[in-house]
């Protein structure tokens, strides 16, 4: 009966100790942070297809070998590339909506599943945006 007990007990602690494990693995936090996000108009004033998105974005990160997908308003538009000190967006500027608009980047696999960062900015405006140029939001 003893020996049944200890069996069990030992059962129970080690389902604990790997409900714990895999809790601590999902609450990992995101290893990519937004700063701010950029929309462009090419020289003619016509919309650029896509965002720039400044922040930290490590691609040396251990045991990851996965390319986070990016949302805009809840959006999945795929993945970014590098571009420079930036990480661009494509097909992605069409989403946004006059006033308040969330860009995130979230990871999907482990070690970092479910992880993920978002930057909110308000009063976005395409007449904002000059031709040829960009605008930053924050």
Not at 16 to 43: F, L, N
Not at 74 to 96: A, C, E, M, W
Request: proline share 8%; with cysteine.
């Amino acid at each position: 009966m003893l020996k049944k007990a200890m069996v069990l007990l030992i059962i129970v602690g080690l389902a604990v100790i790997a409900a714990a494990a895999y809790a601590q693995q999902q609450s990992k936090p995101c290893p990519w942070t937004i700063s701010k996000i950029a929309a462009g108009k090419w020289g003619n004033g016509n919309h650029k297809a896509g965002l720039w998105a400044k922040g930290s974005f490590p691609i040396n990160i251990p045991g990851v070998t996965e390319r986070p997908d990016w949302y805009v308003n809840g959006t999945n538009v795929g993945k970014s590339q590098i571009q420079f000190d930036t990480r661009f967006i494509p097909n992605s500027s069409g989403l946004l909506k006059p006033g308040t608009n969330t860009v995130k980047v979230q990871f999907n696999k482990p070690p970092y599943n479910g992880a993920s960062h978002s930057i909110t900015f308000d009063n976005f405006n395409w007449d904002d945006v000059p031709p040829g140029g960009y605008k930053w939001y924050r």
